[in-house]
């Protein structure tokens, strides 16, 4: 494969999932790790990514609260967080998770909405400080560089004491057979942590990410309430999940 074609595998694997590992795209493209990392290290001097130890994260992940139109299907996420909206109401008390579209969310909430707020994400907790009528509570412990998100037992135990109406949640990998999945394993425990202090969790994916998995398992598909994806709920690439106790918006 030449160098040109691994570049555009690269981009096109961190812009889906935001974060990748080196292990997992040298595996994919039959290459040596040595190699991968060249092209990250190329890529990040390009500034078309950026390189993390052991992997890659796009441009777009990192956020502050200065908008960042450089993310990934920007317009389908924007769709999904309008949608999203409609499950919210004055006076409820929701978790919003760390991620992209979760991010878009936190934008969207109109500002005359009387919310409480829970999140471990830095970038969500700013975005939602720019509205006066919503209590942000930020969920802390470690912060993850990468994800800019609280992990690590503090955040876990802090989650162990709240209920929430709704948590919005992201993920990387979503299949109608193997549930939510990613490949952190800190992630994927506060995740489990988040969906258990919800009475409902809603699911935030673009359609891409869709009969996909990796090897950590955050919970089954039937574990979360709704998803929401930009597509139509008859659309057939979502026939499979109506086959479960899942709500599609």
């Given at each position: 494969m030449l160098k040109e074609e691994r570049h555009q595998t690269i981009l096109s694997e961190v812009e889906l999932h935001n974060r990748i590992l080196l292990t997992d795209?040298?595996?994919?493209?039959?290459?040596?790790?040595?190699?991968?990392?060249?092209?990250v290290k190329e890529l990040d001097a390009d500034n078309k990514l950026r390189k993390v130890h052991g992997g890659a994260i796009s441009l777009g992940f990192r956020?502050?609260?200065?908008?960042?139109?450089?993310?990934y299907k920007l317009d389908h996420k924007i769709k999904i967080a309008e949608k999203a909206l409609?499950?919210?109401?004055?006076?409820?008390?929701?978790?919003?998770?760390?991620g992209t579209t979760c991010?878009?969310?936190a934008r969207l909430i109109p500002t005359n909405l009387d919310l409480t707020c829970f999140t471990h994400s830095l970038p969500v907790a700013m975005e939602?400080?720019?509205?006066?009528?919503i209590t942000v509570i930020l969920v802390g412990g470690q912060v993850s560089r990468e994800s800019q998100s609280a992990i690590g037992a503090n955040a876990i135990h802090n989650l162990s004491e709240i209920r929430v109406d709704y948590s919005f949640i992201g993920t990387g990998y979503v299949d109608s057979y193997y549930g939510?999945?990613?490949?952190?394993?800190?992630?994927?425990?506060?995740?489990?942590?988040?969906?258990?202090?919800?009475?409902?969790?809603?699911?935030?994916?673009?359609?891409?990410?869709?009969?996909s998995q990796h090897r950590y398992k955050t919970c089954d598909i039937n574990a979360i309430n709704t998803m929401i994806t930009e597509l139509e709920p008859e659309n057939d690439l979502l026939k499979p999940f109506r086959n479960h106790d899942i709500r599609l918006i």
């Amino acid at each position: 494969m030449l160098k040109e074609e691994r570049h555009q595998t690269i981009l096109s694997e961190v812009e889906l999932h935001n974060r990748i590992l080196l292990t997992d795209i040298a595996e994919a493209l039959d290459v040596s790790i040595d190699t991968v990392r060249r092209d990250v290290k190329e890529l990040d001097a390009d500034n078309k990514l950026r390189k993390v130890h052991g992997g890659a994260i796009s441009l777009g992940f990192r956020s502050n609260n200065t908008r960042n139109d450089n993310i990934y299907k920007l317009d389908h996420k924007i769709k999904i967080a309008e949608k999203a909206l409609g499950l919210l109401k004055d006076g409820g008390v929701i978790f919003v998770d760390g991620g992209t579209t979760c991010l878009e969310l936190a934008r969207l909430i109109p500002t005359n909405l009387d919310l409480t707020c829970f999140t471990h994400s830095l970038p969500v907790a700013m975005e939602l400080l720019t509205k006066s009528k919503i209590t942000v509570i930020l969920v802390g412990g470690q912060v993850s560089r990468e994800s800019q998100s609280a992990i690590g037992a503090n955040a876990i135990h802090n989650l162990s004491e709240i209920r929430v109406d709704y948590s919005f949640i992201g993920t990387g990998y979503v299949d109608s057979y193997y549930g939510l999945t990613e490949f952190d394993w800190d992630i994927v425990q506060v995740k489990k942590a988040i969906i258990k202090s919800s009475k409902k969790s809603v699911l935030l994916s673009i359609s891409e990410k869709l009969n996909s998995q990796h090897r950590y398992k955050t919970c089954d598909i039937n574990a979360i309430n709704t998803m929401i994806t930009e597509l139509e709920p008859e659309n057939d690439l979502l026939k499979p999940f109506r086959n479960h106790d899942i709500r599609l918006i």
